[in-house]
């Protein structure tokens, strides 16, 4: 079964900006997988950032934008800030309705 | 503004079925979408589990598809699951979604709180 791996940790200082990324085990990530992002803190719901590679949630500041970086999808936080510390969810539509999601990755803002 | 949520035992027997019920409010599901549940072990990241199209159409995580039902109750405005032959590596906070999936824009858009599912006897 196919993988989809994100970064385990990743660390950005106040103001900053930090890239995420979000790719498969075996072939790349495109458009047609529609990556979505989602950011989650422990015990809490998660939070919708971005669908289909890189439509906003609504609600969701403009500083947080999706992309395709390569062979990867890729989240991008400009201008960090500490309530951004989070964890931070992929998830890739593998077709046929079947959906996976990224092993997450823990953001530090220090 | 669209609501889910979660309801049912917070606490299963070994070997036994758990089952959970999604409660949608402002929105009727027999409108459109897809409705899905997810689930996160403690300390761990997050499960797709399954989902379900309004007119009955599932889909279901390959891993869990022998031991999993989802369905959906439209007069109740309500889906569901079940997983049947439970153990402990099944305790997890679950959550209920909201679907997207049309044209070019996909994902899970709206979630519910989650609710605590621990499997022991």
């Known amino acids: 079964q196919t993988v989809v791996t994100q970064e385990p940790s990743f660390s950005v200082s106040p103001g900053g900006t930090v890239t995420l990324t979000c790719g498969l085990s075996?072939?790349?990530?495109?458009?047609?997988?529609?990556p979505s992002w989602y950011q989650q803190t422990p015990g809490q719901a998660p939070r919708t950032l971005i669908y289909?590679?890189?439509s906003r949630s609504s609600g969701v500041p403009d500083r947080f934008s999706g992309s395709i970086l390569g062979n990867k999808a890729a989240l991008t936080i400009t201008g960090a800030q500490a309530d951004d510390e989070s964890d931070y969810y992929c998830?890739?539509?593998?077709?046929?309705?079947?959906?996976?999601f990224g092993g997450g990755t823990k953001l530090t803002v220090l | 503004q669209v609501q889910l949520q979660e309801s049912g035992p917070g606490l299963v027997k070994p070997s036994e079925t758990l089952s959970l019920t999604c409660s949608v409010s402002?929105?009727?599901?027999?409108?459109?979408?897809?409705w899905g549940w997810i689930r996160q072990p403690p300390g761990k990241g997050l499960e797709w589990i399954g989902s379900?199209?309004?007119?009955?159409?599932?889909y279901y995580n390959p891993s869990l598809k022998s031991r999993v039902t989802v369905s959906v109750d439209t007069s109740k405005n309500q889906f569901s699951l079940k997983l049947t032959s439970v153990t402990a590596a099944d305790t997890a906070l679950y959550f209920c979604?909201?679907?997207?999936?049309?044209?070019?824009?996909?994902?899970?858009?709206?979630w519910g709180r989650g609710t605590l599912v621990t499997v022991s006897s």
């Open positions: 979604a909201r679907i997207i999936a049309v044209a070019n824009l996909k994902g899970f858009d709206v």
């Open positions: 402002d929105y009727s599901i027999s409108t459109g979408y897809y």
């Open positions: 379900i199209y309004h007119g009955g159409n599932t």
């Open positions: 075996s072939g790349s990530v495109s458009t047609t997988s529609y």
């Open positions: 289909s590679t890189s």
């Open positions: 998830v890739i539509y593998m077709g046929n309705g079947i959906w996976v």
